[in-house]
């Protein structure tokens, strides 16, 4: 099987970071970065190694020798080079957020499905067998039945900074989308159902959230045994990510679901009422490297409806209803939101 080769398309931060991780990657090779400024194309080619320079985004789609492209834009550009990563030909591994709501995201799916081509969401822990063997654990039963996950993610800002896209609504700016796009997506995988109804409070700077609480109901409106998520992000607070699932007989607790804090001891814990914790150490490699590789896996088996996009687009379409919850300051049925229809 030949190597997936890539273009990267901008200099991000986290771009230096993913960059040397498809080097690395089992089927990946780092062919090109591309950037609207020639001369930063060429200095972070230099520096990681990367045999073309594009000083472009669409040169890049123009190369033949591409086959994916890796999008570490502002989520404002997600949809825009996304589909014309597609019509290219290329498949496409987009940053989280995937857009800036559900509108946008749907269109970007329905495109590359129409060009065959694979898109994926740039979350990477999921990927990982810690990420596996968690999802065991609440699939298995043997915390009871699920009555309530809580997800944090922060970290902290002494003063906002005005030219970072996450300030700026227009760009997909706010701590939801940039934070709570985990805490959103980690409880619908691990419950796998849509909530019912959300609620979410927000602390406001420039129009975006800089701190957002938000409340996640699912099942009957009725029944006393609702399960209950409540997910925290912020740009105000200390670096934290966590996670608890509980259970009616046992919890999961993991304190860095994210990205491990020590990288050679991903774990998280399982409990029980009487103070009996059991610590599950998972070992795996760079989470970058597990994303690569997963994706890498999607293109090679021609699995472009994949469930991780149906993920993102859920993900999506529940941040838009926090959204709207937070902004009108409303309990939100999530069936009046948004023209949702599950998709096949
Ligand atoms: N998965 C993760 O763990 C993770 C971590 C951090 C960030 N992210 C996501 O990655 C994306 C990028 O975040 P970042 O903080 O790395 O961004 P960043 O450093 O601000 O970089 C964004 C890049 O986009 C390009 N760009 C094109 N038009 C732009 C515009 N109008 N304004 C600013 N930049 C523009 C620039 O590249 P050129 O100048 O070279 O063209 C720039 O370097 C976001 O969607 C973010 O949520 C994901």
């Not at 492209?69 to 597609?86: C, D, F, G």
């Not at 159902?193 to 009957?220: K, S």
């Not at 989470?287 to 890498?296: D, H, K, L, N």
């Not at 859920?314 to 049925?333: E, I, K, M, P, Y």
Request: aromatic share 8%; charged share 25%.
């Amino acid at each position: 099987m030949t190597n997936i080769r890539f273009a990267i398309l901008g200099t991000a931060k986290i771009a230096r970071t993913v960059a040397p991780k498809i080097h690395s990657a089992a089927g990946a090779e780092l062919l090109g970065i591309a950037s609207r400024n020639e001369e930063s194309a060429q200095q972070f080619a230099q520096e990681f190694n990367i045999p073309r320079t594009y000083s472009s985004y669409a040169a890049a789609l123009d190369d033949p020798d591409v086959d994916a492209v890796y999008l570490p834009l502002p989520p404002s550009l997600h949809r825009e080079w996304t589909e014309k990563a597609a019509a290219a030909g290329k498949h496409v591994l987009c940053e989280k957020p995937l857009a800036r709501n559900a509108d946008e995201a749907d269109h970007m799916i329905a495109v590359c499905q129409e060009h065959d081509v694979v898109l994926l969401d740039g979350v990477m822990w999921y990927h990982t067998a810690r990420a596996v063997a968690m999802k065991n654990v609440v699939d298995s039963g043997q915390l009871g039945d699920l009555r309530q996950l809580t997800s944090v993610f922060t970290f902290r800002w002494d003063t906002m900074p005005m030219k970072n896209l996450r300030m700026h609504r227009d760009m997909g700016g706010g701590s939801l989308l940039d934070l709570g796009w985990y805490c959103v997506g980690v409880t619908l995988w691990l419950l796998d159902e849509m909530p019912q109804q959300v609620y979410a409070r927000a602390n406001w700077c420039n129009d975006v959230d800089v701190r957002l609480n938000g409340f996640l109901w699912f099942g009957d409106e009725d029944s006393a045994q609702r399960t209950v998520a409540t997910i925290e992000s912020g740009f105000d607070t200390v670096r934290r990510r966590w996670l608890e699932v509980g259970g009616a007989k046992g919890s999961l607790v993991c304190d860095d679901f994210t990205r491990p804090w020590k990288s050679d001891r991903p774990h998280f814990w399982t409990n029980d009422g009487d103070g009996n914790s059991t610590e599950h150490l998972i070992p795996h490699k760079a989470q970058e490297e597990c994303m690569i590789e997963a994706f890498c896996d999607l293109i090679c088996s021609g699995q472009t409806n994949h469930p991780w996009l149906r993920l993102s687009r859920n993900t999506q379409f529940v941040c838009d209803a926090l959204d709207r919850s937070a902004r009108s300051g409303n309990v939100v049925d999530l069936e009046n939101v948004h023209p949702y229809k599950e998709q096949e």
